[in-house]
């Protein structure tokens, strides 16, 4: 029986790290969307004639 709660146990730790995962990666995706110009934060150079949005430096 000790088997099974050692296993239960590791299943646990596994979701929970799971977990812990899926919230990284839910906040890396949405900094990516919402930093991948730099306009929101500020950080890129705008260059005068090129629109705000739709190009790469």
């Known amino acids: 029986m000790g088997c099974a709660v050692s296993e239960i146990a590791k299943v646990e730790?596994?979701?929970?790290?799971?977990?812990?995962?899926?919230?990284?990666?839910?906040?890396?995706?949405?900094?990516?969307?919402?930093?991948?110009d730099g306009i929101h934060s500020g950080t890129a150079p705008s260059v005068p004639g090129h629109p705000k949005r739709g190009y790469s430096m």
């Open 13 to 36: 730790e596994l979701r929970l790290e799971l977990e812990e995962l899926r919230v990284l990666v839910n906040t890396l995706l949405t900094i990516i969307m919402e930093e991948a």
